[in-house]
C-alpha cells in the first residue's frame, strides 16, 4: 500500500531550539495535515494544507505543501517542554484518495 | 460539544470472543473512519463510511466489520478476537470534499486480545 516516509524518527533536544520534521511519499496528495499526539490521547489536528506551495502558520508552527505535492514539513520554533508528543504527517489523495499516515516522530524537549 | 467519543476506553478479549466497539460524534460530519495504531506503524486505516448508509474498507479490513445506520455512530466489530488484533483503535470523524480531511480523533480504546 501507499507509504509516507516520516523523518527523523525520534528528536532529542533542548528547550528553545527549533525543531524541523518531515515526509515524503511516492504519490500525489491533494491534501497535507500535521497531528500532534499525547501519551495516551488520540491525535490532534495542528496545520492542514490544501495547495501545492502553501506556507501555514499556527503560532510557533509552520508547515509547508511542497511543490511537488510528495512531500511536506513542520517546523516547530523556540521549542518548550509541552512540544512533547509523537508528530505524524498524514497525505490524502494519491492512489486512493483516503488519508495515509506516517509512521510519526518522537519529539523530546529537556528544560 | 464532546466532539468523538469512544468506549470502552480499556478492554481485554479472550481469543474468540466478540465484542463492538462504540464510537460517536456530535459534530455532523459526515466521514467516518476507524484506524488501529501499533508502535513502529503509525495509524492505519481499517474501515470508513463516506455518509449514513455507506461504508467501504481500508488498508486492514480482515476480522472486522463496520455499518453506519446514523450520522452520529460508527460501532467497529470484532467477530471473533485474535492476539493480533492486540492495538489501539481510534475513531475519528472529518468535515471536507473528500474521505478523511481534517480528521478530528476520538481519545482511542485500548484492546488486549489474550
Known amino acids: 500500500g501507499q507509504q509516507l516516509n516520516q523523518s527523523p524518527q525520534s528528536m532529542f533536544i533542548q528547550e528553545g531550539e527549533d525543531v524541523s520534521m518531515n515526509c515524503t511519499s511516492s504519490?500525489?496528495?491533494?491534501?497535507w495535515l500535521w497531528y500532534k499526539q499525547d501519551p495516551g490521547e488520540g491525535p490532534v489536528l495542528l496545520i492542514a494544507l490544501y495547495k501545492a506551495g502553501e506556507l501555514t502558520s499556527n503560532g510557533r508552527l509552520t508547515a509547508q505543501f511542497g511543490i511537488t505535492r510528495k512531500d511536506s514539513f513542520l517546523n516547530i520554533s523556540a521549542s518548550i517542554p509541552s512540544d512533547v508528543g509523537i508528530y505524524f504527517c498524514a497525505g490524502e489523495g494519491g492512489a486512493t484518495n483516503k488519508l495515509i499516515f506516517g509512521t510519526g516522530t518522537l519529539l523530546a524537549v529537556q528544560p | 460539544n464532546a466532539g468523538v467519543t469512544q468506549t470502552p476506553k480499556f478492554q481485554v478479549l479472550k481469543t474468540g470472543q466478540s465484542m463492538t466497539l462504540q464510537c460517536a460524534q456530535d459534530?455532523?460530519?459526515?466521514?467516518m473512519s476507524w484506524y488501529r495504531q501499533d508502535p513502529g506503524m503509525g495509524l492505519r486505516l481499517i474501515h470508513y463510511s463516506v455518509g449514513a448508509g455507506i461504508t467501504d474498507q481500508g488498508e486492514v479490513p480482515n476480522g472486522y466489520n463496520v455499518s453506519r445506520s446514523t450520522t452520529e455512530d460508527f460501532p467497529l466489530r470484532l467477530l471473533s478476537a485474535a492476539p493480533s488484533q492486540t492495538s489501539v483503535y481510534f475513531c475519528?470523524?472529518?468535515?471536507?470534499?473528500?474521505?478523511?480531511?481534517?480528521?478530528?480523533f476520538g481519545q482511542g480504546t485500548r484492546l488486549t486480545v489474550v
Open positions: 459534530m455532523n460530519h459526515e466521514y
Open positions: 475519528a470523524s472529518g468535515r471536507g470534499g473528500s474521505v478523511n480531511t481534517e480528521a478530528f
Open positions: 504519490s500525489i496528495f491533494n491534501t
